[in-house]
């Protein structure tokens, strides 16, 4: 399984970006994906996350901002990122759990800066 994730960029606070990860390579239909996020000297965190089927969940710093979805039919995923600030500015990574597989996949990862 490959993930490549692109929407990345450069924006002002407040503005907004749309990340999209596609994942190949026949993941299994029943997986989650999640975006992660790390900024310089801290460890990953995740940001949002999506099972194929169930409720999406949110960290703290995200909610009412990120919003995640799918399209299972494509294997993608997006974060729609609002109200961007700051502390938002990190690297991001495309996340999926194969649940088959019992394996996690990383996708490259996506600099998001917001400047003040």
């Not at 194929?52 to 990122?81: C, H, P, W």
């Amino acid at each position: 399984v490959q993930l490549q994730a692109s929407g990345g960029g450069s924006v002002q606070a407040g503005g907004s970006l749309t990340l999209s990860c596609t994942a190949s390579g026949n993941p299994f239909p029943m997986n989650t994906m999640a975006w992660y996020r790390q900024e310089p000297g801290k460890q990953r965190e995740m940001v949002a996350r999506a099972p194929s089927s169930g409720n999406t969940y949110y960290a703290e710093s995200a909610k009412g901002r990120f919003t995640i979805s799918r399209d299972n039919a494509k294997n993608t995923v997006l974060l729609q990122m609002t109200s961007l600030r700051p502390e938002d500015t990190a690297v991001y990574y495309c996340y999926l759990f194969d649940s088959r597989l019992s394996r996690d996949f990383w996708g490259q990862g996506t600099l998001v800066t917001v400047s003040s």
